[in-house]
């Protein structure tokens, strides 16, 4: 499968606790995105990677949150000191740049993430 | 700032009924337009996408969006639904020349019955 995979796809974890996820993006995609998505509500985004820069960062992303992307390749995001109001699917899509404004993006299946 | 707005949150149908699912968004700019689609247990997968030319795209499925750039709206139509095509439906915008951030709404589940 060469679609974007994300790891792990499940993490239940209590308050208070780190965690970290990762995404493998396809191949040759320069560009790296993650969302959160809660019950009800469609994907909101959090921050934008090209190649190994971080370009922007959703205000969503509180200091707790911090993403890497250090080889251009994978991408990790780490949440310190989880919340409850941390829970949900945290998702990962890539894209590759090509001229300005037709590149699709394309998801990976997600990982949930349950703060007790 | 950009939002996007799906009036329905939830629609159901029978089989072969014809489909259309509301999408606004707010924004005076330049815009690519897109939809969504996640079936039960499955990531979001893309549907069309509109960028320039034609306002009228058809995507996967039988499925087809009209751009209306006087109202903002970028309506998805399917004329005769399937029990497979049960699923979340995203309407999604990102700003032209960017790098292309999406902005979704907050999605339509839709329910067809045989």
């Known amino acids: 499968d060469t679609g974007v995979s994300q790891d792990p796809r499940h993490k239940i974890t209590k308050r208070g606790q780190n965690v970290t996820f990762r995404c493998d993006p396809i191949?040759?995609?320069?560009?790296l995105y993650w969302y959160r998505q809660t019950l009800g509500q469609g994907p909101e985004f959090l921050t934008y990677?090209?190649?190994?820069?971080?370009?922007?960062k959703s205000r969503l992303l509180s200091d707790r949150f911090s993403a890497e992307r250090p080889k251009g390749s994978f991408s990790t995001l780490e949440i310190q000191r989880t919340e409850q109001g941390d829970s949900a699917m945290y998702l990962c899509?890539?894209?590759?740049?090509?001229?300005?404004?037709?590149?699709?993006?394309?998801f990976g299946p997600g990982t949930r993430l349950t703060v007790l | 700032a950009q939002s996007v707005s799906q009036h329905n949150h939830h629609v159901i149908l029978s089989e072969a009924a014809s489909l259309e699912l509301g999408c606004n968004y707010s924004?005076?700019?330049?815009?690519?337009l897109f939809w969504y689609v996640q079936y039960p247990g499955q990531h979001l997968q893309l549907l069309l996408k509109?960028?320039?030319?034609?306002?009228l795209v058809k995507g996967i499925k039988g499925f087809e969006a009209e751009f209306i750039k006087s109202k903002f709206s970028f309506n998805l139509r399917k004329p005769s639904v399937q029990w497979s095509d049960t699923a979340e439906y995203f309407c999604?915008?990102?700003?032209?020349?960017?790098?292309?951030?999406?902005?979704f709404g907050a999605g339509t589940r839709l329910a067809v019955h045989p």
């Open positions: 191949s040759e995609h320069n560009r």
């Open positions: 999604a915008v990102s700003l032209s020349g960017g790098y292309n951030k999406l902005i």
């Open positions: 899509a890539s894209s590759l740049s090509l001229r300005a404004g037709s590149n699709e993006q394309f």
């Open positions: 924004y005076g700019g330049t815009v690519n």
């Open positions: 509109y960028f320039s030319g034609d306002p």
């Open positions: 990677f090209q190649n190994e820069a971080q370009l922007e």
